[in-house]
């Protein structure tokens, strides 16, 4: 793919955490109260952001494997698992943010007709509470989170099941990670990076396969799409 206009998708499926919105300092709380109630010292925002992406149950693998050598054993991880998930339904609002400029753009795609999902890793119970807080700024035919036994992205069912909920023949994602690419790519859509979040501290128009588009924030991406049948500089090809 090379940064060449796009054509208008039937939807566009958005990643959460990192691309939507900046959720670390609340997982970062979660965690640590997680890790105290294990006797356990915290970790901080950096730390945290490098672990998103892959799920909350990797997240809390990669937190005692940081502070508990020992860790590892499958019921001591699920232990801390439902630790961190009880915690974070107490906090999960706190302190996140929504992106400056994602309500807009979310606006702007809905204004054309074009429909919205989130497919994302964070389990379905806390994208659901979330996404509904927040349905008249960020407005979703559908939201799709991590299920007991069903796969997480870079899988790419849940992008299929939200374009199959919806009647979608065509579709663009976008997110922060590699995982949100893979998924993209092993349906054959079209994948936009947004180098807002948490792609473990590695740029993300060095994934390969490229990206379609890279931009820095969401201001970017708003631009390009209310403008992109005419040269835009903001557009950058990978």
């Given at each position: 793919?090379?940064?060449?206009?796009?054509?208008?998708?039937?939807?566009?499926?958005?990643?959460?955490?990192?691309?939507?919105?900046?959720?670390?300092?609340?997982?970062?709380?979660?965690?640590?109260?997680?890790?105290?109630?294990?006797?356990?010292?915290?970790?901080?925002?950096?730390?945290?952001?490098?672990?998103?992406?892959?799920?909350?149950?990797?997240?809390?693998?990669?937190?005692?494997?940081?502070?508990?050598?020992?860790?590892?054993?499958?019921?001591?991880?699920?232990?801390?698992?439902?630790?961190?998930?009880?915690?974070?339904?107490?906090?999960?609002?706190?302190?996140?943010?929504?992106?400056?400029?994602?309500?807009?753009?979310?606006?702007?795609?809905?204004?054309?007709?074009?429909?919205?999902?989130?497919?994302?890793?964070?389990?379905?119970?806390?994208?659901?509470?979330?996404?509904?807080?927040?349905?008249?700024l960020l407005p979703m035919?559908?939201?799709?989170?991590?299920?007991?036994?069903?796969?997480?992205?870079?899988?790419?069912?849940?992008?299929?099941?939200?374009?199959?909920?919806?009647?979608?023949?065509?579709?663009?994602?976008?997110?922060?990670?590699?995982?949100?690419?893979?998924?993209?790519?092993?349906?054959?859509?079209?994948?936009?990076?947004?180098?807002?979040?948490?792609?473990?501290?590695?740029?993300?128009?060095?994934?390969?396969?490229?990206?379609?588009?890279?931009?820095?924030?969401?201001?970017?991406?708003?631009?390009?799409?209310?403008?992109?049948?005419?040269?835009?500089?903001?557009?950058?090809?990978?």
């Amino acid at each position: 793919m090379t940064g060449q206009p796009l054509r208008d998708p039937d939807i566009i499926l958005f990643d959460l955490d990192g691309t939507l919105i900046d959720s670390v300092p609340d997982l970062t709380e979660a965690t640590n109260r997680m890790l105290s109630d294990r006797g356990l010292p915290p970790v901080g925002d950096h730390e945290v952001r490098n672990w998103v992406g892959n799920g909350t149950w990797r997240l809390v693998e990669r937190a005692l494997g940081l502070r508990d050598a020992s860790a590892g054993d499958p019921a001591d991880v699920r232990e801390a698992y439902e630790r961190f998930h009880a915690h974070y339904a107490a906090c999960c609002m706190d302190r996140t943010r929504i992106f400056e400029n994602a309500p807009e753009l979310i606006r702007a795609i809905r204004d054309r007709n074009i429909r919205t999902a989130i497919v994302t890793n964070k389990p379905d119970v806390h994208a659901q509470r979330m996404m509904g807080a927040w349905s008249s700024l960020l407005p979703m035919d559908v939201v799709i989170g991590q299920r007991d036994g069903h796969p997480r992205k870079p899988d790419p069912t849940m992008l299929r099941q939200a374009m199959e909920a919806c009647g979608s023949r065509t579709a663009w994602m976008v997110g922060d990670s590699e995982v949100d690419g893979l998924a993209a790519r092993a349906l054959g859509l079209d994948f936009i990076g947004v180098r807002l979040g948490y792609n473990q501290g590695r740029d993300i128009a060095e994934m390969r396969p490229a990206p379609s588009l890279v931009f820095d924030d969401l201001g970017d991406l708003l631009a390009w799409f209310h403008g992109r049948n005419r040269s835009d500089p903001r557009m950058i090809s990978p």
